[in-house]
């Protein structure tokens, strides 16, 4: 059994929970002060996820000299670093359009970095 | 002086957009945006992390996105935008000043202005931090337009001042980006930024947040070589003993958001010494008649959603006034703030000419749990809302029926304060 520490951030109170988990199960969550806090441990312990979003270089365009990109969808949270790292070097030439994807699979997640401005 | 508009917004951000589109589409055929960037979106531009927008859309969008379908439904016509062009002058009589390197100086008059200039931060300056003027030390906003915008890293080895939530994305946006953040010092007992960001850009990385702790030092003569930190007594003045040396390139500053308001003191508008922004009424008016606010030059959000429906009332208000289908006030009732409610806005209600429901914003001045706001018509108790948690980083609301307050004959005054639950 391993137990981990979360804020809640559900609502500004922030309760701090004190989740047991064990065999990639939640067995208990405490410190909630209401329903919406376990449901918050149940996803953030067993399988946190994040949009990742940076932004890359852009030749060719008038508007802008970089590109604002994010992750299509939600990445496991401990790949967000390897998959910000993977854009390094990444530079995308003018015109991109919001959604165009900037890099494919990012970090072996199966999703793509879309960019999120026009260049 | 060129051919006047019915309605001259001031500003291309989310606030002057929302304002636009809801003036147009409440039958406005005459309005011009002035926006001194290259691109509309304002803030949003440089804000590429998600979030935004799960009111309004009910998804998250990032602020580039969340600006760009604000864009499209003004670009679909009956708007007139100048961009590169800084108004530098507001009179009374709204004549509009700007200049542009194409156009110059230009004068342009309107029937009704909406001020949606959006903050500025705070600098340095209004710190007091001894020490040399080293290199190295930016307002957390900059450091997210160079890297964002220009893409420029400002340092490598980062300690933060101040947890506001632009510190606290910027922390996160620095560690993506390779650089090591040292901290995030807090002179407060608490965080002014808002849950998620603490959870999402701190302890996602395990950033440490040093709450009553401040510099009360920066070392270095060209460029920052280390800040001197100290925990804080409970009335914010550092404690001896307790200072501890943090090496490193580079201090951000997220110490808080003032209302940009040098053009609204031309016009001779009234500033509330709380928000710093305009006083305004029941239409988001200001003391100018016919010059309207919303969004952070009248008082800053912590949520972009917000700054678009207050907007979206000031648009609708000020083409109600620019047709003369705006009732003149009869008369305004003054609401007050007390008891742990910093300030609310609107400041004055006109009860025969609000909406039947007014949304009334405001803040509390520290962390109260278990509390209940009330709302006191000429001491008589009219809601009394139970909150189980309440914090100045998180704008409230209360909503005000206008049956209620034309059932109360001769309202003098009406009091929000925070109670016993």
Same mark, same amino acid.
């Given at each position: 059994?391993?137990?981990?520490?979360?804020? $809640?951030?559900? $609502?500004?109170?922030?309760?701090?929970?004190?989740?047991?988990?064990?065999?990639?199960?939640?067995?208990?969550?405490?410190?909630?002060?209401?329903?919406?806090?376990?449901?918050?441990?149940?996803?953030?312990?067993?399988?946190?996820?994040?949009?990742?979003?940076?932004?890359?270089?852009?030749?060719?365009?008038?508007?802008?000299?970089?590109?604002?990109?994010?992750?299509?969808?939600?990445?496991?949270?401990?790949?967000?670093?390897?998959?910000?790292?993977?854009?390094?070097?990444?530079?995308?030439?003018?015109?991109?359009?919001?959604?165009?994807?900037?890099?494919?699979?990012?970090?072996?997640?199966?999703?793509?970095?879309?960019?999120?401005?026009?260049? | 002086?060129?051919?006047?508009?019915?309605?001259?917004?001031?500003?291309?951000?989310?606030?002057?957009?929302?304002?636009?589109?809801?003036?147009?589409?409440?039958?406005?055929?005459?309005?011009?945006?002035?926006?001194?960037?290259?691109?509309?979106?304002?803030?949003?531009?440089?804000?590429?992390?998600?979030?935004?927008?799960?009111?309004?859309?009910?998804?998250?969008?990032?602020?580039?996105?969340?600006?760009?379908?604000?864009?499209?439904?003004?670009?679909?016509?009956?708007?007139?935008?100048?961009?590169?062009?800084?108004?530098?002058?507001?009179?009374?009589?709204?004549?509009?000043?700007?200049?542009?390197?194409?156009?110059?100086?230009?004068?342009?008059?309107?029937?009704?202005?909406?001020?949606?200039?959006?903050?500025?931060?705070?600098?340095?300056?209004?710190?007091?931090?001894?020490?040399?003027?080293?290199?190295?030390?930016?307002?957390?906003?900059?450091?997210?337009?160079?890297?964002?915008?220009?893409?420029?890293?400002?340092?490598?080895?980062?300690?933060?001042?101040?947890?506001?939530?632009?510190?606290?994305?910027?922390?996160?946006?620095?560690?993506?980006?390779?650089?090591?953040?040292?901290?995030?010092?807090?002179?407060?007992?608490?965080?002014?930024? &808002?849950?998620?960001?603490?959870?999402?850009?701190?302890?996602?990385?395990?950033?440490?947040?040093?709450?009553?702790?401040?510099?009360?030092?920066?070392?270095?003569?060209?460029?920052?070589?280390?800040?001197?930190?100290?925990?804080?007594?409970?009335?914010?003045?550092?404690?001896?003993?307790?200072?501890?040396?943090?090496?490193?390139?580079?201090?951000?500053?997220?110490?808080? &958001?003032?209302?940009?308001?040098?053009?609204?003191?031309?016009?001779?508008?009234?500033?509330?010494?709380?928000?710093?922004?305009?006083?305004?009424?029941?239409?988001?008016?200001?003391?100018?008649?016919?010059?309207?606010?919303?969004?952070?030059?009248?008082?800053?959000?912590?949520?972009?959603?917000?700054?678009?429906?207050?907007?979206?009332?000031?648009?609708?208000?000020?083409?109600?006034?620019?047709?003369?289908?705006?009732?003149?006030?009869?008369?305004?009732?003054?609401?007050?703030?007390?008891?742990?409610?910093?300030?609310?806005?609107?400041?004055?209600?006109?009860?025969?000419?609000?909406?039947?429901? &007014?949304?009334?914003?405001?803040?509390?001045?520290?962390?109260?749990?278990?509390?209940?706001?009330?709302?006191?018509?000429?001491?008589?108790?009219?809601?009394?809302?139970?909150?189980?948690?309440?914090?100045?980083?998180?704008?409230?609301?209360?909503?005000?029926?206008?049956?209620?307050?034309?059932?109360?004959?001769?309202?003098?005054?009406?009091?929000?304060?925070?109670?016993?639950?």
């Amino acid at each position: 059994m391993e137990q981990i520490h979360l804020t $809640c951030i559900r $609502c500004p109170r922030g309760c701090q929970l004190d989740v047991k988990i064990e065999g990639g199960g939640v067995l208990s969550v405490v410190g909630n002060a209401c329903k919406r806090g376990e449901t918050y441990a149940q996803a953030e312990a067993t399988n946190p996820l994040r949009v990742a979003t940076s932004s890359v270089p852009v030749t060719g365009s008038k508007l802008a000299r970089m590109v604002s990109v994010k992750t299509a969808g939600d990445i496991p949270k401990a790949k967000v670093l390897e998959a910000v790292e993977s854009l390094r070097g990444v530079t995308v030439e003018a015109p991109i359009a919001i959604g165009d994807v900037i890099v494919r699979d990012a970090a072996g997640t199966g999703v793509d970095f879309i960019a999120t401005r026009r260049a | 002086m060129t051919n006047g508009y019915d309605i001259l917004i001031i500003g291309g951000g989310p606030a002057g957009l929302a304002a636009a589109i809801a003036a147009r589409d409440a039958g406005c055929a005459s309005i011009l945006v002035v926006e001194r960037d290259c691109e509309l979106g304002g803030i949003l531009n440089q804000c590429i992390h998600n979030g935004f927008g799960l009111i309004t859309f009910d998804e998250e969008l990032t602020g580039p996105e969340y600006a760009a379908r604000f864009e499209e439904l003004a670009r679909a016509g009956g708007i007139d935008f100048m961009l590169d062009t800084m108004v530098i002058d507001i009179s009374a009589d709204k004549v509009v000043t700007a200049v542009s390197r194409t156009s110059g100086m230009v004068r342009i008059r309107a029937k009704a202005i909406i001020l949606a200039m959006g903050c500025r931060e705070r600098p340095r300056g209004s710190l007091n931090i001894p020490g040399y003027r080293p290199a190295g030390i930016y307002s957390a906003g900059t450091a997210q337009r160079l890297v964002n915008i220009e893409g420029f890293m400002p340092g490598r080895e980062v300690v933060i001042l101040g947890s506001g939530d632009i510190g606290l994305i910027m922390a996160r946006r620095m560690t993506l980006e390779g650089a090591h953040v040292a901290c995030v010092a807090e002179l407060m007992p608490y965080s002014g930024g &808002l849950k998620r960001n603490i959870v999402q850009c701190l302890d996602d990385f395990g950033i440490p947040l040093l709450l009553s702790h401040t510099v009360v030092r920066i070392e270095g003569k060209k460029r920052v070589e280390a800040v001197i930190i100290a925990e804080v007594d409970g009335r914010g003045k550092p404690i001896p003993g307790t200072e501890t040396a943090y090496p490193c390139d580079t201090l951000l500053l997220s110490v808080g &958001l003032i209302p940009e308001n040098e053009l609204s003191l031309s016009a001779g508008i009234g500033l509330s010494p709380v928000t710093r922004g305009p006083v305004v009424n029941e239409v988001l008016e200001t003391s100018v008649e016919g010059i309207f606010a919303a969004g952070n030059v009248l008082h800053v959000h912590d949520l972009v959603d917000y700054v678009s429906q207050e907007a979206a009332a000031a648009g609708r208000n000020a083409a109600a006034y620019a047709r003369g289908v705006l009732a003149g006030s009869a008369g305004a009732v003054p609401l007050t703030a007390e008891d742990g409610i910093r300030y609310t806005v609107p400041q004055t209600i006109d009860p025969v000419r609000m909406p039947e429901e &007014l949304i009334v914003r405001f803040r509390v001045d520290n962390v109260y749990e278990d509390r209940s706001v009330s709302v006191y018509f000429d001491g008589k108790r009219m809601q009394h809302r139970k909150r189980s948690i309440l914090a100045p980083g998180e704008m409230e609301q209360v909503k005000l029926k206008k049956g209620d307050l034309v059932a109360s004959p001769d309202l003098k005054e009406i009091v929000f304060k925070l109670e016993e639950a």
